[in-house]
């Protein structure tokens, strides 16, 4: 019960900073405010805020585990990553400034029509709203685990009032409380990173030089697969699809976007995301480099490792509260733990539920002013991610959740295919074809993923995402009729 309170306690002074900040930003709030914060964040607190952000719970837990299974190949899509980035920078950040926009789907309601534009909004709002809620029921879990179960709350109850907190924080400043309490919450999440690090450290009784050494000798430290074209791991696959990963799920995505575009120029919003761009690769580093010393503490205590690499992180937490003599200051380590699994999965719900909010009014209901309509749309689209919640919790089935992963992945094809199509060519899109070209892509997608996996033995990784857009491309050329004037 110690352990409970002493939880408690620490998630309860987090949550009071993020309230503070959230009355300071708050104050004389506008439609303006909640969807671009008054285009007046600095540039470099949206640069450390979108380093927590883009690193869910999900994340947090099972990023270490991956070396499990894939060693440290993850870094080699983190490289990719950077360029990725860089394109979104310099080619995208610059035509949504010039536009103006406060949604970044009105570009293809501009350049395409009326339909393609509600289409690319309806593929964000699935994606985003089934994604965010499964990454969000991580935390739902760990916190019902470590805090909640001991003293008899029922999971419906956790969840709703996790998703009450997030609505408390953000209905008034909207994006504009998000883009500083982002920073807060990026600040614990390393701080609870770090320290469980060093918890790490003391119990093996290894220096900081010598756990480098320990990582960089271990053969989960390997980075690179370059003489194994079949493999997923393989380097261009995974420099190439973290390329097109970042331009999808940062580059035409509103959730990641609207904070950027709420920098007072374009120039401060490149350095912006050219700085957490090239932050990714040490962030994600640390991450894969606690898997390792993870493995070897497992080893130096002759404890079964566990089988799933998503368990690697919580089983260390719980074996080190459970066996005192394992683990210095056990407890502290354990709300650490949540501290960091609590951080890094608001400051990515929270953003997601802003800026389903945001294209719900803009794009769907073509209401940028309507103050009373954006606050109950907030409320419908908190309810709705409970509902989301629930539904993955009465399932409870891991498969499920990784087919509907698997399903946020086709949904953004499109997005990927409606864009490239909108920068690279000149040619006049048939509006009215837009949806079922987006729709046929995934099916199509699909078909292919699986004819492959059966006459080829070949299985598709991230490269997926690439291929979808092609499809959606292709559809989308042969819809039209001839060149824009």
Known sequence: MQLVMIIIIVVLLYFAFLFAVSRWTGRKATNETFYRADRQSPWYMVAFGMVGASISG?????????????????LQTCMGFILGYVVVAFVLLPLYYRLNLTSIYAF???????????????????????GAAVRFYVVCIILQRFVFEPLGVPFVVT??????????????????TLVWTDSLQTVCLFTALLLIIYNVLADMGLSVGEAVQAVGSHPMSRVFVFD?????????????????????????????MQKNLTCKTLRGAQKDMCTYGVLFLPANLLFLSLGV???LWYQQYGLTMPVMGDELLPAYVQNATESHQLATNAQWLTAFFVLGIVAASFSSADSALTSLTTVYCVDICEQTDNEWLRKRV???????????????????STSLIDAIYILVSYTYGPLLGMFAFCLLTQRKVGDRWVPYVAVASPLLCYAIDQLVTCTM?????????????LLTFSGLWLSGIRRLQ
């Open 159 to 176: 969840a709703v009032g996790l998703v009450l907190l997030i609505w408390l924080y953000t209905r008034r400043g909207g994006i504009k």
């Open 293 to 295: 010393l993870l493995t």
């Open 58 to 74: 999900i994340t947090f837990v099972s990023v270490p585990g991956m070396v499990l299974r894939t060693q440290m190949t993850y």
């Open 457 to 469: 033995d070949y299985h598709f990784g991230y490269e997926l995402l690439m291929l979808n857009g």
């Open 108 to 130: 293809l309601g501009q350049r395409m029509g009326p339909r393609s534009h509600k289409t690319g909004s309806w593929f964000f709002l699935l994606s985003k709203m089934t």
């Open 378 to 396: 907030h409320i419908v689209m908190c309810a709705v991610f409970v509902l989301f919640i629930l539904l993955f919790k009465s399932v409870n």
């Open 228 to 256: 194994d074209w079949v493999s997923t791991q393989n380097f261009w696959k995974q420099f190439l699809s973290g390329v097109f990963i970042v331009i999808v799920m940062t580059g035409v995505d509103q959730d990641m």
